[in-house]
């Protein structure tokens, strides 16, 4: 039996990759961490990565699953319209991701989350980045 995580993350990967973003330049891929460096990233990447997994119980033998994925969204930057093109990508994906059902889930995300630029890291290297958080519910019974 597959990850429910996996299938997920997959399944989000795909309708993600499937989309015409305002940065037609911009790529998706699925990945179970992400290694890339600014070189690497010219163009938009758009990296879809399992997170974790809270599991409660709900019922007797019911229980509740909150996956959450993380969704890296990053750019090597030369100016501020660069910048600002990243900025209004990342909320076309977090607008997409939060109305968008998944076959996996067939549900949209219980919460979205971003963080812009997390712990102020690669600026010096003219790196825009964003971490979006998704997180989707399922119920399963034993």
Do not use: C
């Amino acid at each position: 039996m597959a990850s429910k995580l996996r299938e997920i993350a997959d399944a989000l990967a795909v309708s993600l990759a499937a989309e015409t973003w305002s940065i037609t330049s911009t790529t998706v891929e699925r990945k179970n961490w992400v290694q890339v460096e600014p070189e690497q990233m010219q163009n938009p990447v758009v990296y879809v990565v399992p997170g974790g997994s809270e599991v409660t119980r709900i019922g007797r033998t019911n229980w509740q699953s909150d996956d959450s994925i993380t969704i890296y969204v990053g750019r090597h930057v030369s100016t501020d319209d660069e910048i600002d093109d990243m900025h209004d990508l990342a909320d076309e994906l977090m607008v997409y991701i939060r109305s968008t059902d998944l076959a996996s889930t067939s549900t949209t995300p219980q919460t979205v989350e971003i963080e812009i630029n997390p712990d102020d890291a690669l600026t010096e290297r003219n790196v825009w980045r964003a971490v979006i958080q998704a997180t989707y519910r399922t119920l399963s019974t034993d």
